[in-house]
């Protein structure tokens, strides 16, 4: 009953000041952009979705996969031995040359080799499943042959780590005394190299849906097109939608690379403005290129399809999870004009290296054409309705 | 004083193929409520689409207070509240927000609360939009319109798909902007609305005007003033519909006939002379009368005269 009548009353209290005043109330020149830019903060706030996207999942990703590759004390092969009466003898050898290997402690660490006893059909197939690195077959005349595949670089590694540990343990003498220094300083591993991806890639994603695809939802549910029936510029509702892509932007890389320092300890060697500078120019590209791929779009599947098919290529080739040098050098110069390889680079070189904004002006003007010609082509082709 | 809505042979044509508007002329008074009634896909939503400012017509020309949407678009649209058929507002926001989102993009919009209070939101004014019924969010679309401060006010289909009171409460919205001074343009396809609400309706059919006036002046002119529906049991006395159609439009008072299968529909003046002459011709035709009512003529007889169809039909 109380709240029923702090309810009833509250208009009259609130209310008679601006009724006599209604005439007098004016909206000055940012009062529509503030209010855009308000309730695009919310709803993104309201989202529970959006945050996960957006936060938990680059989050959860690089946590899933800085354990997956995260440095092993040595690097593990597994390897199956298939049986027959050679095969004591090769384990015995295997074995013989692990212990000879964590006693030298001058020797550089050797590869732990796991060997497993099978019957030849199960070791060829368990192989060809992906479970063993290499299959070790002792022949009876005392010799061994190796099952491996060349395409596989485990594989490869494998064969050549088991050779030099059966051939060291039956006698052989290395003919050149070689030493090796390990590293694994923050900076060289792999979750190093993943986490300035990872980063590149979430803002090409919430760039892209957050604007593609939430202006496709607009267009469909008519918003976009009562919103242009209202006195609104229709450069604030722009705006807006950009800034409060920028204020998305700066949150996420803080999450993401707070999370990298701490949890990862990565190392953070451009300084903290550069790597935002690069976000927000990637995040406001990347916004640019979804308002393209959307500016027509009246479904969302049509919408859904088209950002899938514009990111398809930069998920594979702009070297989020591995070097996208990788790819033979005559497609390279198609994979250095993608906007994520450049934001990629970029990234990587600012945190990892402690390059300078000034000197990635190349990467920064590929990023900002794609951003610029998008936006420019999005206004031109932009339907409201 | 220019009226506040005048177009004049307003055509639109989609993709070169489709004529959803042929040739559509109108002039609304400063004060009026005018409805354009027709069946869907009738040119309704592409005409007050037109003159929103929202679609540019193939040809023709618009005119709001004597300004047209190319010379001066941004003080039109400060003029104008619109509330489109079907939009969905954003589901996250609540009730005020939304409200005073809108109210941002005018120079001098009225109070959100007094807007809320008028359009008996004030209780849901916290309410996440998402959480509406159908009702409250159509309320909502026009307190959108209101809160602009207009002197015109477009709604398309307002009451579609919306219960008994709510459209009701509706209506009386639409009364008290009126009584305020302020023009009203909305689109119908149903016949109490137009009727009950609107001071001059045009009744549109594949994208032209087919008549024009208020909606007693309609009905007079067009519906008779009174219906008179029967039934029979045994016609299949040999006579063709086209010869019982004659029998039935030679008796008194009787304007026209249309056959709603299995009734029979006379539109007539005067049904105390008609009735008992009807009487007669089937007691002498050795026909069963199994049903006989009447009823007041309404829009829906002026439509299905004009056109041969029910407002509801495709």
């Known amino acids: 009953m109380a ?23 004016h909206s000055g020149r940012w009062t529509g952009y503030n209010r855009l830019l308000g309730a695009r903060m919310l709803e993104l706030k309201r989202e529970p979705e959006i945050i996960f996207w957006v936060f938990g999942f680059p989050l959860l990703l690089a946590l899933g996969l800085g354990i997956a590759f995260r440095n092993k004390p040595a690097d593990n092969t597994s390897v ?41 059909e199960a070791a060829l197939n368990a192989f060809h499943f992906g479970k063993f690195d290499l299959v070790v077959e002792p022949n009876p005349d005392g010799s061994v042959t190796y099952h491996y595949d060349p395409a596989r670089p485990e594989s ?15 006698g052989r003498q290395d003919a050149l005394a070689t030493s090796s220094s390990v590293s694994s300083e923050p900076g ?24 593609g695809f939430a202006l496709v939802e607009m267009r469909q549910r008519k918003l976009l097109k009562r919103f242009v029936a209202t006195p609104m510029r229709r450069s604030d509702f722009m705006f807006a939608l950009t800034t409060s892509r920028l204020i998305m932007t700066i949150v996420q890389v803080g999450a993401l690379l707070g999370f990298g320092m701490l949890v990862f300890h990565l190392p953070l060697r451009g300084s903290l403005f550069s790597v935002l500078v690069l976000a927000a120019l990637g995040g406001v590209s990347f916004g640019a290129v979804g308002l393209l791929t959307a500016c027509r779009a009246q479904k969302l599947e049509t919408a859904s399809g088209l950002i899938n098919l514009v990111m398809m290529p930069m998920w594979v080739f702009s070297g989020v999870f591995f070097s996208s040098q990788h790819f033979p050098a005559r497609i390279q110069p198609f994979i250095q004009a993608l906007p994520l390889t450049a934001l990629n680079d970029a990234l990587r070189a600012t945190i990892l290296e402690g390059a300078t904004l000034h000197s990635q002006s190349t990467r920064l003007l590929i990023l900002a054409l794609w951003g610029g010609v998008s936006f420019i082509l999005a206004l031109r082709w932009f339907r409201w309705t | 004083m220019p009226s506040p809505i005048e177009c004049v042979d307003l055509r639109k044509t989609y993709d070169g193929k489709v004529e959803a508007v042929r040739g559509l002329s109108l002039r609304i008074e400063a004060g009026e409520c005018f409805g354009l009634l027709g069946p869907n896909g009738a040119g309704k939503t592409t005409t007050i689409e037109i003159l929103e400012g929202l679609l540019a017509p193939t040809s023709g020309e618009v005119r709001l207070f004597g300004h047209t949407w190319t010379d001066n678009p941004r003080q039109l649209r400060e003029w104008i509240g619109i509330s ?9 926001l609540s009730v005020r927000e939304t409200l005073e989102l809108f109210a941002s993009f005018y120079s001098e919009p009225r109070p959100s609360s007094a807007v809320l209070e008028e359009l008996q939101l004030t209780e849901k004014a916290d309410a996440w939009v998402g959480k509406l019924s159908g009702g409250q969010k159509q309320r909502l679309a026009v307190a959108t319109a209101l809160v602009g401060n207009p002197r015109i006010l477009f709604l398309d289909e307002p009451t579609t798909g919306l219960d ?11 009364r008290a902007f009126q009584k305020k001074g302020g023009t009203v343009l909305l689109t119908t396809h149903y016949m109490d609305e137009a009727e009950r609400l609107c001071d001059r309706l045009a009744v549109v059919d594949h994208g032209q005007i087919i008549a024009e006036g208020s909606p007693p002046d309609l009905i007079d002119r067009l519906g008779g003033h009174h219906v008179v529906e029967f039934e029979v049991s045994n016609n299949a006395g040999g006579n063709s519909d086209g010869q019982a159609a004659e029998a039935w439009r030679a008796l008194p008072g009787v304007e026209s006939v249309r056959y709603e299968d299995p009734t029979i529909c006379l539109n007539v003046r005067e049904p105390h002379l008609t009735i008992p002459a009807l009487l007669d011709a089937l007691d002498q035709q050795g026909q069963n009368l199994e049903h006989l009512s009447t009823r007041q003529a309404s829009l829906e007889d002026v439509f299905v005269k004009l056109t041969g169809r029910h407002l509801r039909e495709n």
């Open chain 1, 156 to 170: 490869v590694l494998s064969r050549s780590e088991v050779d030099a540990a059966l051939q060291s343990a039956a």
């Open chain 2, 84 to 92: 489109l058929q079907d939009t969905r507002l954003s589901e996250k």
């Open chain 1, 3 to 25: 709240t029923e009548n702090t309810k009833s009353h509250t208009p009259n209290l609130e209310g008679q000041p601006p009724v006599a005043a209604a005439g007098a109330r």
């Open chain 1, 80 to 120: 199956a031995v298939v049986r027959n009466a050679g095969a004591a003898r090769t384990l015995a050898l295997l074995q013989a040359s692990s212990d000879r290997a964590s006693s030298d402690k001058s020797s550089p660490a050797r590869s732990f080799i796991h060997a497993t006893v099978l019957d030849r």
């Open chain 1, 188 to 211: 060289s591993r792999y979750i190093d190299f993943l986490i300035p991806g990872l980063l590149g890639m979430n803002l090409m994603n919430s760039g892209m849906w957050g604007i």
């Open chain 2, 164 to 174: 008994p009171q709510s459209r009701r409460q509706l209506w009386d919205i639409v």
